[in-house]
Nanobody
Framework: QVQLVESGGALVQAGESLRLSCAAS????????MGWYRQAPGNERERVAVITSSGITTYADSVKDRFTISKDNVKNTVYLQMNSLKPEDTAVYYC????????????WGQGTQVTVSL
């Protein structure tokens, strides 16, 4: 079984920064990609940023030039550095992991709350 543990969510003011972390543990053989999604109240879950096993990154247009995703392959950990936070970034942020096992499987973290006030 695979577990994802997120940390770093907090209440901050607009313009401040936060760094989210997500550590994966368990039977991890081949990571395809890791990423961050978010869900605000009343909204669907949306993709924020993804990083592939080879380091290719993609971002939602709304966070480009403000957020940076990175990973530590040794620790099986993915990070999301969030700068210049805006109130519209307020959401529960979820870590997502895609593995190649016998079949391709994905896993979700429990979520961490990010709240940005004016």
């Amino acid at each position: 079984q695979v577990q994802l543990v997120e940390s770093g969510g907090a209440l901050v003011q607009a313009g401040e920064s936060l760094r989210l972390s997500c550590a994966a543990s368990g039977r991890i053989f081949s990571i395809i990609n890791m990423g961050w999604y978010r869900q605000a109240p009343g909204n669907e879950r949306e993709r924020v940023a993804v990083i592939t096993s080879s380091g290719i990154t993609t971002y939602a247009d709304s966070v480009k030039d403000r957020f940076t995703i990175s990973k530590d392959n040794v620790k099986n950990t993915v990070y999301l550095q969030m700068n210049s936070l805006k109130p519209e970034d307020t959401a529960v942020y979820y870590c997502h992991l895609v593995l190649r096992e016998v079949v391709i499987r994905d896993y979700w973290g429990q979520g961490t709350q990010v709240t940005v006030s004016l």
